[in-house]
Every structure is written in C-alpha cells, then in structure tokens.
C-alpha cells in the first residue's frame, strides 16, 4: 500500500511482478478513496456484480494456473 496525506493506493504483485492486477476490493477501496469521482463504486455489491460481469464477458480473468487472487484485462486497452 502506498499512503499519501489525502489518499492511499492498495496493489499486490502479481505473476512475474505484474501491477496491473485488481479485485473487488480494492477496485471498492480505491473508490471510497475518491467518492467524488467514484460514487457508484462506493457499494462492494456494485463493485463485485460489476466485476463478476466483466468476467462473464471475458473482458478481465485470472491468470491460468497461477496462485494470484487477482483479475487482469485479456486485452490490453488501445488509444486513438
């Protein structure tokens, strides 16, 4: 965790050092951090039905035989 004056980051490294894993909670407590910006997402139940539907869509996963707890995008996310 990384703690700021106004805020802290939760993260956990994932397979082969990766950061760009997330869960529910911290996906919740990341938004609690910042409501203003994030008020939907200040519901766990709203953060995890939202994920749990990410997953069935294939659009994050875990990572196939990995002890990580966490989720990743499959896709990587392109700018125009």
Same mark, same amino acid.
């Given at each position: ?31 609690? +951090? ?7 997402? #200040?519901?766990?139940?709203?953060? +995890? ?7 069935? +869509? ?13 989720? *990743? *995008? #499959? ?6």
């Amino acid at each position: 965790m990384i703690e700021y004056p106004e805020y802290c980051v939760d993260f956990d490294f994932g397979p082969n050092g990766r950061t760009d894993g997330f869960d529910a909670w911290r996906l919740y407590n990341y938004a609690c +951090e910042f409501p203003e910006k994030h008020a939907k997402y #200040t519901n766990l139940a709203t953060v +995890e039905s939202e994920l749990n539907q990410y997953i069935q +869509e294939n659009m994050v996963k875990k990572i196939d035989n990995s002890t990580s707890n966490l989720y *990743f *995008f #499959t896709q990587s996310k392109k700018s125009n």
